[in-house]
């Protein structure tokens, strides 16, 4: 049992490049988050999906898409990267809605972008 | 949407004593409130939630209490030992699907 997985761990991309991070969860959670990290700023929700299939807004969702084809996979996207998207990005998933149980996180991806 | 505040943003404590970390939150409609433990360069975790309808709630040298009056609610951890130094994050969510989360107090326990 694996739990929540994240790739790559570390990516540089250079200003205007794509890439795509991959959140695999083995736990059959309906629940799946996407969440930045940057220093003093806690952790700050991109986008999230309450099901296969589905995917919405978070607080910083610009910039960033989603996409949740399999229950047990979150793709997040940067379709024209930029150095303001330099951060940490963690992925989660809960068995409940993630406002009221646990999240169980993942890794962790650090992306610089030049 | 949920604003929720916490202080201090660095805290050091001797082995031994305690430690206190406070939140305050803009929404009265939160009505779950978990804290998370991130020790350096691994995930966050998990360690005590509370709801609305308690107001305080231990588990081992871990408590949480809530003023929902005042909206702020706090994490104590007594006979801090070297394994409690992390970041910690308290969160509140007023709906099914987010939490907001505080911008994090770094907590070092000095031998």
């Known amino acids: 049992n694996a739990g929540v997985t994240q790739t790559p761990k570390f990516r540089v991309l250079k200003t205007g490049q794509s890439m795509t991070l991959l959140c695999a969860q083995d736990m059959n959670h309906e629940y799946m988050y996407w969440y930045r990290q940057d220093p003093g700023m806690g952790l700050r929700l991109i986008h999230y999906?309450?099901?296969?299939?589905?995917?919405a807004k978070g607080e910083v969702p610009d910039g960033y898409n989603v996409s949740r084809l399999k229950k047990q996979n979150f793709l997040l996207g940067l379709e024209s990267a930029a150095p303001s998207q330099t951060s940490v990005y963690f992925c989660?998933?809960?068995?409940?809605?993630?406002?009221?149980?646990?999240?169980?996180f993942g890794e962790g991806s650090r992306l610089t972008v030049l | 949407g949920e604003n929720v505040e916490q202080h201090p943003s660095t805290l050091s404590v001797q082995e031994g004593d305690s430690a206190v970390i406070k939140c305050t939150y803009s929404d009265s409609a939160s009505n779950y409130f978990p804290w998370y433990k991130q020790e350096l360069g691994k995930r966050p975790q998990l360690i005590i939630d509370?709801?609305?309808?308690?107001g305080e709630k231990k588990d081992q040298r871990i408590a949480v209490t809530l003023n929902k009056t005042a909206k702020h609610f706090s994490l104590h951890i007594t006979e801090t030992q070297p394994e409690d130094s992390a970041v910690y994050f308290c969160a509140a969510s007023t709906d099914d699907y987010k939490l907001s989360f505080g911008a994090g107090t770094t907590v070092t326990v000095r031998a």
């Open positions: 999906s309450v099901g296969e299939g589905t995917t």
């Open positions: 989660a998933s809960s068995l409940t809605s993630g406002g009221t149980g646990e999240l169980f």
């Open positions: 509370i709801r609305s309808n308690v």
